[in-house]
């Protein structure tokens, strides 16, 4: 996100199983299932969390498997805008419907309650450690060389994690350090208010930091956010390690097909943040999103949605997990925490993912400027 205080608010996918689907019993209607029969327990090993999640649904959780040959689920759940005091029950639940991807930040304020969702969840049995992929990412008061470690630290210490599965640079620009002791999350402005203050770290340094992380276990992966094909360009003459993933604003409003062709050519791995496009940013009372006719309406993808059976926001997620893109869509609510889960087992036309993606305007709403803050990362 760009800052949660201004806010109130081929397929080269390798199915693999999560540990839920993994004790899925063989009685149940077996059309979706990944697990061969001989490896399925019965109904009386599962918990009465996976009982519950068989009820429900019954979905595969297909995995990307990163250049680094970590695997990371295709479909998370993201935490921006997640409120503190409902965040540690919206990832146990997460959890029980099946995510096993949740996308963190310093700059969400939540990491803590986050961490608290995880680790009754796994006191529960409903989910072990290795088999949750937590993304956390460095916010840019701390991209100097020095603060790097010590802010990593913090943020597992937060999440009650020993490592982060992948951790990002959440937007290429450096800002002046802010001691988290006079304030945390940050934020944008160095004085909390209206003064932006740059730092002299370069991105090199930062992400040398970052492959020193890597390094020491602290980040299984390390990935970069919100880079330009020219950052990439420059990343890819002094990087050790290659990015695993690149996070992007990517929905039909803004397709940046050449970003996403730069990064499939050096195999990195995509990830869709603000899927739904405007919707997210309406309720950060966006002008533009405001100005800007909702996805969920229209008539191509209400089409489409309708020629499938499937609705809007499962559509527009099948439009990114059906090219290779992974996705981290955030609700709030129960059910359609849910429905973005189920956004890989069905397959949309050619024509139809050529329908949406004409649909581009190459209209980006999560640029500081958009808010009203005069940082001109995105000029
Ligand atoms: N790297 C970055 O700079 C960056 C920037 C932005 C976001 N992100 C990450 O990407 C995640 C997702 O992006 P986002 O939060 O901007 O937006 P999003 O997931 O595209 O949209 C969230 C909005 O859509 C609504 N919604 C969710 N599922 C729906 C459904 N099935 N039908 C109708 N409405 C639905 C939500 O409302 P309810 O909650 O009421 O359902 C909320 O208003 C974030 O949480 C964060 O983890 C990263």
Known sequence: MIAGRYCRASINTLRVCSSAIAFRPTFLPSTRTCISRATAPTLQQT????????????????????????????????????????????????????????????DYGNEVECGQGVAKAIKDGLVKREELFIVSKLWQTFHDYDQVEPITRKQLADWG??????????????????????????????????????????????????????????????????YSGALLLDLFTYAKVKPATLQIEHHPYYVQPYLIKLAEQHDIKVTAYSSFGPQSFIECDMKIAADTPLLFDHPVIKKISEAHDKTPAQVLLRWSTQRGISVIPKSNSANRLQQNLDVTGFNLKDNEIQEISDLDKNLKFNAPTNYGIPCYVFA
């Open 161 to 226: 994690v020993e490592y982060f599965d992948l951790y990002l640079i959440h937007f290429p620009v450096a800002l002046k350090y802010v001691d988290p002791k006079v304030r945390y999350p940050p934020g944008w402005f160095n004085d909390g208010k209206s003064t932006i203050e740059q730092s002299n770290a370069s991105l090199e340094s930062t992400w040398k930091a970052f492959e020193e992380l890597k390094n020491k276990g602290l980040a299984k992966s390390i990935g970069v956010s919100n």
């Open 47 to 106: 918990t009465f969390a996976n009982r519950n999640f068989f009820a429900t649904m019954a979905i595969e959780t297909p995995y990307v498997t990163l250049n680094d040959g970590n695997k990371m689920p295709q479909v998370g759940f993201g935490l921006w805008k997640v409120d503190n005091a409902t965040c540690a029950d919206t990832v146990y639940n997460a959890i029980k419907a099946g995510y096993r991807l949740f996308d963190g930040a310093c």
